[in-house]
T-cell receptor
Framework: DAGVIQSPRHEVTEMGQEVTLRCKPI?????LFWYRQTMMRGLELLIY????????DSGMPEDRFSAKMPNASFSTLKIQPSEPRDSAVYFC?????????????FGSGTRLTVV | DAKTTQPPSMDCAEGRAANLPCNHS???????VYWYRQIHSQGPQYIIH???NNETNEMASLIITEDRKSSTLILPHATLRDTAVYYC????????????FGPGTRLSVLP
């Protein structure tokens, strides 16, 4: 089990550029979550999917952010255009509600720096 | 909003037991207590969870008071690698209930 795989690990981009973060959940997990972590706000849930369908995107900060899950093994979080205040670590997590503990498995994160 | 209160930081000597407290006085009957930890630069890691009985696994023990208004995570023999931020979260199994992370407790294990 390779765990939740995120790419890239680090991303540095200029303000105004489009940024795409990628996530591969654990095979068999049917829920996927995108979190953002900053020093000021801690860990915040941005959006989550069940069976590839977005369920709650109320945490997405604004229209510049969008997320997709075209199939059970892949999801993207896109920021267009990016701004310096988007600098943060973005985590993807997946879970299988059929598991007894219904916990999340997190990826290693993508550290985004917008200059 | 996080439904738990934790001390912002704690120290523990290496080899000693680390006891991390958490208050959750408004916990509902169907809500579980979960503990995660986040080692620097890594994603949060599940540790343990429980409803009302004490729980133990290979990582830690969870002691929940009888009124369920507080709990303690115990790392029986802390090592330097246990230095991390520990999050206590209450959550039900109901559909749509997600994990809301508060600021947690920063545990420093000292040599």
């Amino acid at each position: 089990d390779a765990g939740v795989i995120q790419s890239p690990r680090h991303e540095v981009t200029e303000m105004g550029q489009e940024v795409t973060l990628r996530c591969k959940p654990i095979s068999g997990h049917n829920s996927l979550f995108w979190y953002r972590q900053t020093m000021m706000r801690g860990l915040e849930l941005l959006i989550y999917f069940n069976n590839n369908v977005p369920i709650d995107d109320s945490g997405m900060p604004e229209d510049r952010f969008s997320a997709k899950m075209p199939n059970a093994s892949f999801s993207t979080l896109k920021i267009q255009p990016s701004e310096p205040r988007d600098s943060a670590v973005y985590f993807c997590a997946s879970s299988n509600p059929g598991q007894g503990y219904y916990g999340y498995t997190f990826g290693s994160g993508t550290r985004l720096t917008v200059v | 909003d996080a439904k738990t209160t934790q001390p912002p930081s704690m120290d523990c000597a290496e080899g000693r037991a680390a006891n991390l407290p958490c208050n959750h006085s408004t916990i509902s009957g169907n809500e579980y207590v979960y503990w995660y930890r986040q080692i620097h630069s890594q994603g949060p890691q599940y540790i343990i969870h429980g409803l009302k009985n004490n729980e133990t696994n290979e990582m830690a023990s969870l002691i929940i008071t009888e009124d369920r208004k507080s709990s303690t995570l115990i790392l029986p023999h802390a090592t330097l690698r246990d230095t991390a931020v520990y999050y206590c979260i209450v959550r039900s199994y109901n559909y749509g209930q997600n994990f809301v992370f508060g600021p947690g407790t920063r545990l420093s294990v000292l040599p």
